[in-house]
């Protein structure tokens, strides 16, 4: 089983809903990721918090807005989005004082936009 | 140029068979280096980390050749259950936590 949750599992959504996708890890990780992944594609990153602060961004549309409202949780809120954005997010976290790039990740929301 | 180049994919074998991935990587700089499996809809999962040493995990042997930019996988005995998409995946870049994936090769063991 996953340490890190994320909820919704499911989400359909048309393009002028607000939406948010949550995470949550109860593991000590100060670190959390957002990453997208299309069909037959890896995982993109999106977005970085480290110590609860926006470390990369990556140049992703501000229709997609992250919030770290602690070290535990990470949202990210959905607005307008087109339905290319259809795809599977995936939360993960990592810890600090490990070498970067060992992460947990969570099962993914899989989003879908009509 | 692709930060993280792969193997293209898929790979057939049998059961017991040998199966080697290779990975290439753009960013001289980077720090640390991993093979993630993947299996159908499921979330990436860490498999190895790769140290400069090389290193080994049951049937499983990963090798990082910095000069060269290239880390490898090499399964032996491959198993049905080996079947999977393999990531190879970077770190390197802002504050160490910029995570790159490779493209997958996609792996098929068959009975």
């Known amino acids: 089983d996953t340490e890190v949750t994320q909820t919704p599992k499911h989400l359909v959504m048309g393009m002028t809903n607000k939406k948010s996708l949550k995470c949550e890890q109860h593991m000590g990780h100060r670190a959390m990721y957002w990453y997208k992944q299309k069909a037959k594609k890896p995982p993109e990153l999106m977005f970085v918090y480290s110590y609860e602060k926006l470390s990369i961004n990556e140049s992703v549309p501000s229709r997609f807005s992250p919030e770290c409202p602690n070290s535990s949780l990470l949202n990210l809120h959905l607005h307008a989005l087109q339905p290319e954005d259809s795809a599977l997010y995936l939360c993960?976290?990592?810890?600090?004082?490990?070498?970067?790039?060992?992460?947990?990740f969570g099962e993914g929301s899989r989003l879908t936009v009509l | 140029r692709k930060e993280v180049e792969q193997d293209p994919g898929p790979f057939n074998v049998p059961e017991g068979a040998t199966v080697a991935f290779n990975c290439t990587y753009s960013n001289s700089a980077s720090q640390s280096f991993f093979w993630y499996r993947q299996d159908c809809r499921k979330e990436p999962k860490l498999l190895m980390s790769v140290y400069s040493s090389g290193n080994e995990d049951g049937r499983f042997t990963a090798q990082l050749n910095r000069a060269s930019q290239y880390i490898s996988l090499l399964i032996r005995d491959s198993k049905l259950s080996d079947s999977a998409t393999y990531l190879c995946?970077?770190?390197?870049?802002?504050?160490?936590?910029?995570?790159?994936f490779g493209a997958g090769t996609r792996l098929f063991v068959k009975a």
């Open positions: 993960a976290s990592s810890q600090l004082n490990r070498a970067p790039g060992e992460l947990f």
């Open positions: 995946v970077v770190n390197g870049g802002t504050g160490g936590f910029k995570t790159i």
